[in-house]
């Protein structure tokens, strides 16, 4: 069981998600390792762009032309016409509720934040963040997902999670628009 980087499960659905909506414009918060970004390109349109914020990281190794990495703060996103964004970087509310304010997103962008699961109590006896009889990896990501359902109910929540295995879990939020 991986605790840190996006676990394969979550890459599987981020994928299905993307392959199935098509967005050229998207914008990853958290590079880290590079796991993740190496996933979303695998699946991408030849025409989509992939932009990653990450401040704790110097560069990336990725060469890919569909690909650009910023060593900035996901505060400081500043792309257009957002289709497809996955929030991994900060786990902290306020850093997130400032991001999200400042993004410009498509009418039918998708939001895929990690890390909102809660794992049962028999499964990690840690200590740590218990709510919800539970325990939360990183419980921020859980509360901005409550604050955008309270100030933001145009956007439709589907949470992605599990009680019978250690997973961190992904909510996917898309506003609700009519056809």
Same mark, same amino acid.
């Given at each position: ?45 030849? $025409?989509?762009? @992939? ?6 990281? *110097? +560069?990336?190794?990725? =060469? %890919? ?49 990690? $890390?909102?699961? @809660? ?6 006896? *840690? +200590?740590?963040?218990? =709510? %919800? ?47």
């Amino acid at each position: 069981m991986e605790l840190g980087p996006i676990q394969e499960q979550d890459v599987l659905l981020l994928q299905a998600v993307i392959k199935m909506t098509c967005p050229l414009n998207l914008v990853e918060l958290g590079y880290l390792n590079g796991y993740s970004t190496k996933k979303i390109l695998e699946v991408m349109r030849p $025409d989509a762009k @992939l932009t990653s914020y990450d401040s704790t990281v *110097t +560069g990336s190794p990725i =060469i %890919d032309d569909r690909f650009t990495f910023k060593n900035q703060s996901q505060t400081e996103v500043n792309e257009k016409d957002i289709d497809f964004i996955f929030f991994d970087a900060s786990h902290d509310l306020n850093i997130n509720i400032e991001t999200w304010n400042n993004l410009n997103l498509k009418d039918n962008a998708i939001i895929a934040i990690h $890390d909102t699961g @809660l794992w049962d109590k028999m499964l990690m006896d *840690t +200590g740590g963040h218990w =709510i %919800d009889n539970g325990y939360a990896h990183r419980p921020d990501e859980r509360a901005f997902v409550t604050w955008v359902k309270e100030n933001h109910p145009e956007y439709q929540v589907i949470n992605f999670h599990t009680l019978k295995e250690t997973r961190h879990g992904i909510t996917l939020l898309q506003k609700y628009v009519i056809m």
